[in-house]
């Protein structure tokens, strides 16, 4: 059939244009019937994805892996976290369950500042030191791939914390501090230096009747073993799962800018 130039068109009439209208109107209502709430355009790379099952049967969570970069798309890291990260951290044995692409889980973070901890007098280690006593439990590091200069308190709560604001710390030296006056806190779902950049979120599980005394520190020796499979801007964080859904364990801690 020869090419139909615009010159050889005839010109619609008005009713041919009103049923061509209807026409199209019609199959945008049938396209929004036939597809799920929710579902998004296949051009819309930076859509977010449901929950995808790596590795197991049931969705559960022992432990958390954030998985970060400035760099890549959301839809490159969801691939590298499932796909890399994943299906290397899952086993038959201990970590059942590896799920993609879960919600990035709340995590409560204090910030202490610097120049309030100089007029005060106190070093950083003091300052860890005196939180810990107030919260009756001991600072560790945070742990991960390139994650930022951070600690954790596990299984210390806000509750515990507001319950002594008041209350006096003395430290080894025997100096008594009060860890409010110098901190600051808010819940994220990020350490703040990641707040711009894509992420996603991995949920660990380990079998029935395991014990998760030695999870983080598995999950850690197969980080550091993929390290030289992830692109050097991908950072991953762990955070062990808290007693609520999609929370992370304990109290987050670091230090604000040194200005």
Same mark, same amino acid.
């Given at each position: 059939m020869p090419f139909m130039t615009s010159m050889h068109r005839r010109p619609l009439t008005r009713a041919r244009r009103g049923w061509q209208a209807a026409r199209r109107g019609l199959a945008? &209502?049938? =396209?929004?019937a036939v597809q799920p709430a929710g579902a998004t355009q296949a051009g819309d790379t930076d859509a977010a994805q449901p929950p995808a099952l790596v590795w197991g049967a049931v969705p559960n969570g022992d432990l958390y892996l954030l998985v970060a970069s400035p760099r890549l798309s959301k839809p490159e890291l969801q691939q590298l976290a499932a796909k890399t990260i994943g299906r290397n951290i899952g086993d038959d044995h201990y970590i059942t369950q590896v799920w993609s692409n879960r919600p990035e889980p709340l995590q409560l973070w204090f910030s202490i500042d610097?120049?309030?901890l100089r007029e005060a007098g106190l070093s950083r280690e003091q300052a860890l030191q005196a939180l810990g006593?107030? =919260?009756g439990v001991s600072a560790l590091p945070n742990s991960g791939i390139g994650a930022p200069s951070s600690w954790r308190y596990p299984g210390a709560t806000l509750?515990?914390? /507001?319950?002594r604001t008041d209350a006096l710390t003395r430290l080894a %030296?025997?100096?008594i501090v009060t860890p409010a006056a110098w901190t600051t806190f808010t819940y994220q779902q990020a350490p703040e230096s990641w707040e711009a950049w894509n992420k996603v979120t991995l949920s660990l599980s380990i079998a029935e009747g395991t014990s998760? %005394?030695? &999870? /983080?520190?598995v999950v850690s020796g197969r980080l550091t073993a993929l390290a030289s499979q992830l692109p050097e801007d991908v950072s991953v964080l762990i955070l062990p799962a808290g007693p609520r859904l999609s929370e992370a364990d304990g109290i987050f801690v670091t230090f604000g800018p040194d200005e």
């Open positions: 945008a &209502l049938v =396209l929004c610097p120049a309030r006593s107030t =919260l509750e515990k914390f /507001q319950a %030296d025997g100096r998760r %005394d030695s &999870l /983080q520190g």
